[in-house]
T-cell receptor, first 116, second 113 residues
């Protein structure tokens, strides 16, 4: 069965410093990997995805993620964090090809707090 | 373009009562999903509609939950009778056909007392 782990409940970082949010996954086949972000009182918003190809994926708001097959990881990164990046971040996986495109297994989420 | 809208944003009910959640997807999106996040844990898949048909309801917890999507437009999720463990945030999402990006509503916070 597929699963996603986000080992950190919360990540604290000072504005301007690099931000990393960790995610590891377990799937039976080739993974489709996603990051979504939830700002307060808003729905989840798509940040980026890895389907195939280049292991480094660039997404919205200056975020990027690196797919590492040997470590089964898909960590989210941003070189210089902003206070406005403070939000709840969810990693998700779809185990192709049996499931529908939108049936995802989400992690428990990581709260990012960026301090001025 | 209007996003996915959910109503109500919050609902507080007593155990044993009935609650109906509504989701209006983005116009033209045939795929509609319901998800739930309980006690700050993982967001769990509940079910998937393609137009008015239930494509996958493997995540529905039990028969107290009934989802409908009349006419392939908006969807409702009814919980009857509600139990304490049903408390959580219920998210609706929609997507275009074979597009991996989901568009989520802001969720309904359900509290069963």
């Amino acid at each position: 069965a597929q699963s996603v782990a986000q080992p950190e409940d919360q990540v604290n970082v000072a504005e301007g410093n690099p931000l990393t949010v960790k995610c590891t996954y377990s799937v039976s086949g080739n993974p489709y990997l996603f990051w979504y972000v939830q700002y307060p009182n808003r729905g989840l918003q798509f940040l980026l995805k890895y389907i195939t190809g280049d292991n480094l994926v660039k997404g919205s708001y200056g975020f990027e993620a690196e797919f590492n097959k040997s470590q089964t990881s898909f960590h989210l990164k941003k070189p210089s964090a902003l206070v406005s990046d403070s939000a709840l971040y969810f990693c998700a996986v779809r185990d192709i090809p049996t499931d529908s495109w939108g049936k995802l297994q989400f992690g428990a989420g990581t709260q990012v707090v960026v301090t001025p | 373009e209007a996003g996915v809208t959910q109503f109500p944003s919050h609902s507080v009910i007593e155990k044993g009562q009935t609650v109906t959640l509504r989701c209006d997807p983005i116009s033209g999106h045939d795929n509609l999903y319901w998800y739930r996040r309980v006690m700050g844990k993982e967001i769990k898949f509940l079910l998937h509609f393609v137009k008015e048909s239930k494509q996958d309801e493997s995540g529905m917890p039990n028969n107290r939950f009934l989802a409908e999507r009349t006419g392939g437009t908006y969807s409702t999720l009814k919980v009857q009778p509600a139990e304490l463990e049903d408390s959580g945030v219920y998210f609706c999402a929609s997507s275009q056909d074979r597009i991996e990006k989901l568009f989520f509503g802001s969720g309904t916070q359900l509290s069963v007392l």
